[in-house]
Protein backbone atom coordinates (compact mmCIF):
# COMPACT_ATOMS: atom_id res chain seq x y z
CA UNK A 1 0.00 0.00 0.00
CA UNK A 2 2.55 2.21 0.33
CA UNK A 3 4.35 2.26 -2.86
CA UNK A 4 0.99 3.11 -4.29
CA UNK A 5 0.96 6.37 -1.72
CA UNK A 6 4.41 7.12 -2.56
CA UNK A 7 3.93 6.84 -6.37
CA UNK A 8 0.49 9.17 -6.06
CA UNK A 9 3.17 11.48 -4.39
CA UNK A 10 5.62 11.86 -6.94
CA UNK A 11 3.04 12.17 -9.70
CA UNK A 12 2.43 15.68 -8.19
CA UNK A 13 3.89 17.87 -10.35
CA UNK A 14 2.93 21.63 -8.42
CA UNK A 15 2.75 22.61 -5.50
CA UNK A 16 -0.94 22.79 -6.38
CA UNK A 17 -0.90 19.21 -7.52
CA UNK A 18 -0.04 18.77 -3.61
CA UNK A 19 -2.07 20.81 -2.29
CA UNK A 20 -4.50 19.35 -3.63
CA UNK A 21 -3.88 15.83 -3.07
CA UNK A 22 -3.12 16.59 0.52
CA UNK A 23 -6.43 18.08 1.22
CA UNK A 24 -8.68 14.83 -0.47
CA UNK A 25 -5.88 12.39 1.36
CA UNK A 26 -5.63 14.45 5.29
CA UNK A 27 -7.30 16.04 7.32
CA UNK A 28 -6.75 19.74 7.82
CA UNK A 29 -5.02 19.33 11.24
CA UNK A 30 -2.86 16.46 10.10
CA UNK A 31 -1.41 18.90 6.94
CA UNK A 32 -1.17 21.48 9.51
CA UNK A 33 0.91 19.21 11.99
CA UNK A 34 3.30 18.25 9.26
CA UNK A 35 3.32 21.49 8.06
CA UNK A 36 4.63 22.09 11.56
CA UNK A 37 7.10 19.62 11.94
CA UNK A 38 8.87 20.87 8.74
CA UNK A 39 8.76 24.18 9.54
CA UNK A 40 10.18 22.78 13.19
CA UNK A 41 13.26 20.81 11.22
CA UNK A 42 14.33 23.51 8.99
CA UNK A 43 14.59 25.69 12.11
CA UNK A 44 16.71 23.06 14.05
CA UNK A 45 19.03 23.04 10.97
CA UNK A 46 19.55 26.73 10.77
CA UNK A 47 20.79 26.18 14.31
CA UNK A 48 17.12 27.86 16.55
CA UNK A 49 16.85 27.19 19.77
CA UNK A 50 14.08 24.93 21.34
CA UNK A 51 12.66 27.99 22.68
CA UNK A 52 12.64 29.69 19.71
CA UNK A 53 11.14 27.54 17.36
CA UNK A 54 8.05 26.65 20.06
CA UNK A 55 7.85 30.01 19.90
CA UNK A 56 7.37 30.43 16.13
CA UNK A 57 5.67 26.92 15.57
CA UNK A 58 3.51 26.76 18.52
CA UNK A 59 4.94 23.14 18.35
CA UNK A 60 5.00 20.62 21.00
CA UNK A 61 8.43 19.81 23.04
CA UNK A 62 7.36 16.36 22.88
CA UNK A 63 6.96 16.44 19.08
CA UNK A 64 10.02 18.75 19.02
CA UNK A 65 11.88 16.29 20.45
CA UNK A 66 10.99 13.86 17.71
CA UNK A 67 11.38 16.18 14.72
CA UNK A 68 15.09 16.95 16.69
CA UNK A 69 16.05 13.36 16.93
CA UNK A 70 14.93 12.62 13.19
CA UNK A 71 16.73 15.66 12.21
CA UNK A 72 20.01 14.47 13.83
CA UNK A 73 20.01 10.58 13.71
CA UNK A 74 17.27 10.16 10.84
CA UNK A 75 17.93 9.71 7.18
CA UNK A 76 18.87 12.82 6.30
CA UNK A 77 16.08 13.62 4.20
CA UNK A 78 15.19 16.74 6.24
CA UNK A 79 18.40 17.82 5.35
CA UNK A 80 17.99 16.79 1.71
CA UNK A 81 14.45 17.75 0.90
CA UNK A 82 13.79 21.23 3.30
CA UNK A 83 13.48 24.15 0.99
CA UNK A 84 17.46 25.88 1.47
CA UNK A 85 15.94 29.76 0.90
Known amino acids: MTKVL ?3 LLNC ?3 EDLAALLADLCTYQ ?3 QMAQRAAAAKL ?3 GKTYAEIIAQTDI ?6 R ?3 AVRHGSGA ?3 FLPKD
Open 60 to 65: SSATLS
Open 30 to 32: EVE
Open 6 to 8: YET
Open 44 to 46: LIE
Open 13 to 15: RTE
Open 78 to 80: YSR
Open 67 to 69: VSR
